[in-house]
């Protein structure tokens, strides 16, 4: 029986590859790098260059590249070649510990928020030792972190790094204090289900719109669309079956375990979900997803679209990111456990979720923006911008009881619902919360699902905030844990912290409908913020408490924050421009040739039969009527368009440009 799985991880220099090319020394030398227990020396960075050419080399790599994220949202790389002559002038391939370690890309020609310029235009890349290097076609790929001349990140994957240290100390502070004392780091697990749209490439290159901004800025709604409900978890047409099956041949190859594939609600919408991974190799895996489903559907005549709502009138496209936190022994810090009403450690860092999130609501809104996600939020599965979190009624419940100091012997899982829907089955799975499709941030059996991150984003902006608001708050519990001697007494302490954030933060928790109109009134009354807007969530950034949070945490200071603003507004306003352009640009080229062609049909065919008397052509110039004050308008919106794209250009308060671009574009 052949083998399916045989190339699974065949273009991965992980572990296991490590494990079998390095002596042993040098490899334990690595597994303490990655373990944070010491630096990589340049003995042992030769040794481990020298093994990864060799490997490169026999999968037909001819070039390497840093591979990394600067704040474009998406990836970047620069080849070189291995190739190198040697002292005769003979070639040979060369790839020192040097080469592996650190690289210099111009870091003014990125995304940068002013931290560099022309004049000032050095960056460095370094190697990411906790995220596998891997094969792309010929290149030899080795994910790094990007900064500048004097240090400040450059990128997402720098700050998410951070991010993951913080939350990692302050995390394991708390499992030690619970008396769990051989937990030594803690990290992230991540699963990113990744939505995504496909059309005939043949009309996607017909379309300006679609191939400059990835959305349609003109068009009519299909006579069908998403009504009849047929189209979810339908079955997959062939050709599609196809583009999907090279796809996960192609993933399987990079080490991603794509495990689900299936038709999603809207007509041409599709999903792919891996296996959950530590955050930062998700983050990393998820671009490569992102990369191989565009690079596929080309293979098979389509274009994939990754834009968070590329039709109206049907659901978009989002990136569910699914986060818990896991020790380095394996332990879910989020799962409940059988008894989770007397699970102190899991109702310690749920109560720690619901605080940070109540606490920081407007940061986590702000890592899910972007222009396309905008036109999602709200409506059509995506949640709305109000910021609140869905718990089930199960664990609702036992966090009720701890608030009201309710002493009843909590009911189990078992007794609270009887649930046999087929007969003959001994073991009937069952979950612990019921699935609100509505809500931004839901509990999810052990772990939260953030919901708003658009499809086409980076998730490593997501993870960073919701390490970082984590790494807060776990610290804040640690402290009032912190001294006190016996176990009992802290396990006390622990239910009163539960019950003083539980009473605090209350208001965050929703298990209602979040498109009805009565929840956005509640949500006021609450004091729930509701930022529909990419361009009011990105001024967040730059507020005092934000800013101390994450400097406090070490994940990104107050200049490299209010570059990171700038870069963000910049690419907010450059986007929205391209589409008010690309929009002209159908009109003029499109739309009125059409329009006025059409109209000369018309007055032609009225020229022609008025002999035959009025009543047969009363219908014609109605219609050559509407059609030519239909251009007048247009021609009329367009021009006063032009205007607003020229004032939006000129205006030089960055604040008041993104205002100018939301308002008028």
């Known amino acids: 029986m052949e083998d399916l799985f045989k190339d699974f991880g065949s273009k991965v220099f992980g572990e296991k590859e490590m494990k079998s090319r390095l002596p042993r020394p040098v490899y334990l030398s690595w597994k303490k790098t990655v373990a944070n227990e010491e630096m990589l020396d340049r003995t042992t960075a030769d040794a481990i260059a020298h093994a990864m ?7 037909g790599a001819t070039h390497f590249t840093h591979w990394f994220q600067p704040m474009t949202g998406g990836t970047a790389e620069k080849h070189d070649s291995f190739l190198e002559p040697d002292m005769n002038g003979e070639p040979f391939a060369r790839f020192s510990g040097k080469m592996l370690i650190k690289g210099e890309p111009d870091a003014s020609s990125f995304p940068n928020g002013g931290l560099r310029t022309t004049f000032e235009a050095r960056g460095y890349t370094y190697w ?3 995220s596998p290097v891997f094969i792309r076609d010929n290149i030899l790929c080795i994910p790094t972190v990007f900064v500048s001349y004097s240090g400040e990140a450059l990128d997402k994957k720098d700050p998410l790094l951070k991010s993951l240290e913080a939350l990692s100390k302050a995390a394991t502070r708390v499992v030690n204090i619970l008396g769990d004392k051989d937990v030594k780091s803690c990290d992230i697990s991540v699963g990113l289900e990744q939505e995504y749209f496909l059309i005939d490439r043949k009309y996607f290159e017909r379309r300006l719109d679609l191939r400059f901004t990835g959305r349609t800025l003109f068009g009519a709604p299909s006579p069908k669309t998403q009504e009849l409900d047929d189209h979810y978890f ?7 079956a196809a583009f999907m099956k090279e796809a996960n041949q192609e993933l399987w190859k990079l080490g991603i375990y794509a495990k689900t594939e299936h038709n999603e609600v809207a007509p041409g919408q599709f999903e792919l979900a891996p296996i959950f991974t530590n955050g930062n190799v998700a983050v990393d895996q998820n671009h490569l997803i992102m990369d191989i489903l565009r690079e596929t559907a ?7 679209l990754l834009h968070e709502k590329p039709f109206q009138g049907i659901n978009g496209s989002g990136k569910h990111d699914n986060y818990s936190i896991i020790t380095d022994d394996g332990q879910n810090l989020f799962s409940p456990g059988d008894k989770p009403a007397e699970n102190i450690r899991f109702l310690l860092f749920v109560c720690a979720f619901i605080r940070a999130v109540d606490t920081y609501p407007l940061l986590l809104r702000l890592s899910a923006s972007c222009t396309g996600n905008d036109h999602r939020l709200g409506a059509s599965e995506a949640p709305p911008a109000i910021i609140s979190i869905y718990l089930g009624s199960y664990i609702e419940s036992i966090l009720y009881d701890i608030y009201t100091k309710n002493s009843k012997k909590p009911i189990t899982q078992e007794e609270k619902i009887a649930f046999n829907p087929v007969t003959g089955l001994s073991y009937i799975p069952h979950d612990n919360t019921d699935r609100n499709r509505t809500s931004p941030l839901a509990f999810t059996g052990n772990k939260f699902e953030f919901r708003m991150l658009g499809s086409s984003m980076s998730a490593s902006f997501s993870n960073t905030v919701l390490n970082a608001i984590m790494a807060e708050s776990v610290n804040q519990i640690a402290d009032e844990l912190e001294g006190i001697k016996y176990i009992q007494d802290i396990r006390e302490k622990a239910l009163t912290i539960c019950r003083n954030l539980i009473e605090k933060h209350k208001r965050i ?5 979040g498109y009805s109109e009565e929840w956005v009134k509640e949500a006021k009354r609450r004091g729930l913020t509701n930022e529909v807007s990419a361009n009011t969530a990105l001024r967040k950034m730059v507020e005092p408490e934000i800013l101390e949070l ?7 200071s107050e200049q490299e924050s209010l570059a990171r603003y700038n870069a963000y507004a910049e690419r907010y306003v450059k986007q929205i421009s391209i589409e008010s352009r690309t929009l002209i640009d159908i009109v003029n ?3 009125l040739p059409s329009a006025l062609k059409f109209a000369n049909l018309l007055a032609d065919h009225i020229e022609k039969n008025s002999k035959y008397g009025k009543a047969f052509i009363k219908e014609q110039e109605e219609l050559l009527k509407d059609v030519l004050s239909n251009v007048t308008a247009l021609r009329k919106e367009t021009k006063s368009l032009e205007k607003e794209i020229a004032r939006v250009s000129n205006e030089e308060d960055l604040p008041k440009q993104t205002d100018l671009a939301k308002e008028k574009l």
Do not use: E, Q, T
Request: hydrophobic residues 45%; proline residues 5%.
């Open 53 to 59: 050419k060799l490997w490169a080399l026999n999968n």
């Open 128 to 130: 990411d030792v906790k």
């Open 234 to 240: 339908g079955a997959i047409p062939p050709r599609v």
């Open 298 to 304: 080309k293979k098979h005549g389509f274009a994939c």
């Open 509 to 513: 928790l929703f298990s209602g409908d």
């Open 550 to 556: 994450v400097d406090g945490i070490g994940m990104l």
């Open 589 to 591: 080229k499109n739309i």
